[in-house]
C-alpha cells in the first residue's frame, strides 16, 4: 500500500512538470512571434473579400421570368399550397391567400422573396419557406437564322451561349458576315450586336454571349465584290472575314486576260447612294509599286479590255493565217 501511494505521488509530479513544460513552451512561443495574429487576419479578410467578388464574376445570369411560362410554387411543409401556375399575358401568377403577384422579368429567387414577404406580412406563414421553379418556357427554343445551315427554332433551355445555338443550328454558311445580332426575350426593344469570332482569348469574349430561351440569333451575311470585264471568270465573290483586296478580288476572278488595260481599270463604288469611279493603278499594284487597295461590300471592280492590244493580236492572228496559207499554196 505504501508502495502505491508512492508510485502515485511520483506520478502526479512528473505530470505537473510535463504540463508546466508544455505551458511555457506555449508562452515562449507566443512571445515569440506576438505579431502571428495580426499577419493571419489581413489575409483572412482579404479572402472574405475576395471570395464574393469571384463568385459573382463567375455567377452566370438567371432566365428571367416571361409571361406564357409556367411555374411550380410550392412553400415547404404547406403540401396545400403547392400549385402549377402559368403566367397570365399581365405578367401575373395567382396565388392562394395573397391573390396576384406581379412575376414578370423577375428571377426566380426574386420571385420567392417577393412571395415569401407577401405569406409573412399577411401573418399566415412566420417564416415560409418559398420554391419556384421554371417548370416550362412560354417559348422552349431559340431561334437562330440568318447565314447558318439550318435556321429555325432550337429547344436550348437555360442559359447557353451563343456558339452553342449556332452549332446545333449546323453552323454558319460560307456567306456569313462578321456580326450576330441577338434579340433577348425580356428587352425585345434593344438588340445586342456582336462580333463573330471564333478566335480564343480574352479580347474575343463578348463574342460567346449568354443566351436565353425566346432570344434570337441573327447571323449577318457577308458582303459580296463583284470583278467584271477582261478577266478569266467574272462574278460576285464573297468577302471572306469582311477583308478583301483588288489583288485578292482579281485573283478569285482567275486573273486578268491577255488583252487588259491594267492601266484603265477602275473601282466603282456607291457613295450617298451615288456611283463613283475611283482608277485603279492595277500595273504598278501587281509591280508592287503601288499599295493593294481595299475592297468594301457590293465594290465593282472593272477591268477594261485594251483596244490595242486586241488588234494587234487579231493583226497577228490575220499574219499567222496568212502565211500559213501561202505556205500551203506553194506546196
Do not use: C, W
Not at 396545400?80 to 426566380?108: C, H, M, W, Y
Not at 467574272?234 to 468577302?239: E, K, L
Request: aromatic content about 6%.
Amino acid at each position: 500500500m505504501l508502495y502505491l501511494l508512492k508510485m502515485t505521488r511520483s506520478a502526479g509530479v512528473t505530470f505537473a512538470i510535463l504540463a508546466g513544460f508544455f505551458a511555457q513552451t506555449d508562452l515562449s512561443t507566443a512571445q515569440a512571434d506576438p505579431s502571428s495574429d495580426s499577419r493571419v487576419q489581413p489575409v483572412a479578410e482579404d479572402a472574405k473579400k475576395t471570395e464574393p467578388t469571384l463568385m459573382a464574376s463567375r455567377k452566370t445570369p438567371e432566365v428571367l421570368i416571361g409571361a406564357g411560362d409556367l411555374l411550380e410554387v410550392s412553400v415547404f411543409g404547406a403540401p396545400d399550397f403547392n400549385k402549377q401556375i402559368r403566367v397570365n399575358s399581365a405578367g401575373d401568377i395567382s396565388l392562394p391567400l395573397i391573390g396576384e403577384v406581379k412575376v414578370v422579368g423577375l428571377s426566380t429567387v426574386a420571385a420567392e422573396k417577393i412571395v415569401a414577404n407577401r405569406l409573412a406580412e399577411g401573418g399566415f406563414f412566420s417564416d415560409p419557406q418559398v420554391s419556384i421553379f421554371e417548370k416550362e418556357y412560354a417559348t422552349q427554343g431559340i431561334s437562330v437564322l440568318g447565314e447558318v445551315l439550318k435556321p429555325g427554332i432550337y429547344p436550348l433551355l437555360g442559359r447557353r451561349s451563343v456558339f452553342d445555338a449556332i452549332s446545333a443550328a449546323g453552323g454558319t454558311t460560307p456567306r456569313a458576315g462578321n456580326t450576330i445580332s441577338i434579340t433577348h426575350r425580356d428587352a425585345p426593344n434593344e438588340p445586342e450586336t456582336i462580333p463573330l469570332s471564333y478566335a480564343t482569348g480574352d479580347s474575343h469574349a463578348g463574342t460567346n454571349a449568354q443566351v436565353a430561351p425566346g432570344d434570337t440569333i441573327v447571323v449577318s451575311k457577308a458582303g459580296v465584290v463583284y470583278v467584271v470585264g477582261d478577266v478569266g471568270k467574272p462574278g460576285g465573290f464573297v468577302m471572306e472575314n469582311s477583308a478583301m483586296t483588288v489583288l485578292q478580288a482579281i485573283a478569285m476572278a482567275q486573273g486578268a486576260n491577255q488583252n487588259a488595260a491594267l492601266n484603265g481599270a477602275k473601282l466603282i463604288r456607291r457613295v450617298s447612294d451615288q456611283p463613283q469611279e475611283i482608277p485603279i493603278p492595277l500595273k504598278e499594284i501587281l509591280a508592287a509599286k503601288a499599295p493593294d487597295l481595299r475592297l468594301q461590300p457590293d465594290d465593282i471592280v472593272f477591268v477594261p479590255n485594251s483596244a490595242g492590244k486586241t488588234a494587234m493580236r487579231k493583226s497577228m492572228e490575220a499574219i499567222l493565217q496568212t502565211a500559213t496559207g501561202v505556205a500551203i499554196y506553194r506546196r
